[in-house]
């Protein structure tokens, strides 16, 4: 296997956590981004929406789409689990994966893909290029701080954000909360139960590796 990526993005920081806490070690590649590689025909052959990360399996398959991955190594790499132990923990795991995707990472991105001069043309991930919105820069940054206390409330009721066990929904969440920072966006005295999280969840080894790496 090897996995396409580019350092510091956050999508792939997510996979590249999930293969710390599994142990797993595979050959990396980096696509610049940032100078259009993940654009090129080669890379859209193995990326349909031309993003990273993206999954070579040793038999020719590709993989792209974060949470397409993980499963995936989650059911051939089981130990220890990512996902809880259920199919009951599996779903709030998914759940509350995919709220800290759509409601922390795309709610940051709104904002920094509608604001940022070197991203003009590319407000969206994928192959396509529309104009930039800046009415929306206003209404993503309220959608970050809806995030931040939407999490901390979640947070005020459960240990870990799919229940009492590490998952890939911290992971994610994680990764959006450190991700807003690229926004000049962080949770705030107010979020008492979601700093709490973030300072537990900063003790694992994964995230010297992976996210303070840059
Ligand atoms: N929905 C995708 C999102 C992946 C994504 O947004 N990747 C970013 C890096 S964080 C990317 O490849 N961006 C390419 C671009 O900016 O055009 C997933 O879950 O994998």
Known sequence: MRLYTYPGAPSPQRVEWLL????????????????????????????????????????????????????????????????????????????????????????????????????????????HNYDQIPALVDRGRQRVRNFFNDFNGRLAQSDYLAGDFFSMADITGYVMCNFARWIKEQPGEEHVHLRAWQDKISQRPAVEKVIQRR
């Not at 025909?41 to 040793?58: H, I, Q, Y």
């Not at 398959?61 to 259920?86: H, K, N």
């Open 20 to 127: 710390v806490e599994k142990g797993i070690e595979m050959p990396m590649e980096k696509v610049d981004l940032t100078q259009g590689e993940h654009l090129r025909p080669e890379f859209r052959a193995k990326s349909p929406n031309a993003d990273v990360p993206t999954l070579a399996l040793d038999d020719g398959t590709f993989i792209s789409q974060v949470p397409a991955i993980c499963l995936y190594l989650e059911d051939r790499f089981p130990e220890p689990p990512l996902y809880g132990q259920s199919p009951e923990d599996r779903a709030r795991v998914i759940m509350w994966d995919h709220l800290g995707y759509i409601n922390g990472f795309r709610a940051v991105a709104e904002v920094l893909r509608n604001s940022s001069r070197a991203m003009q043309g590319r407000p969206l991930v994928g192959p």
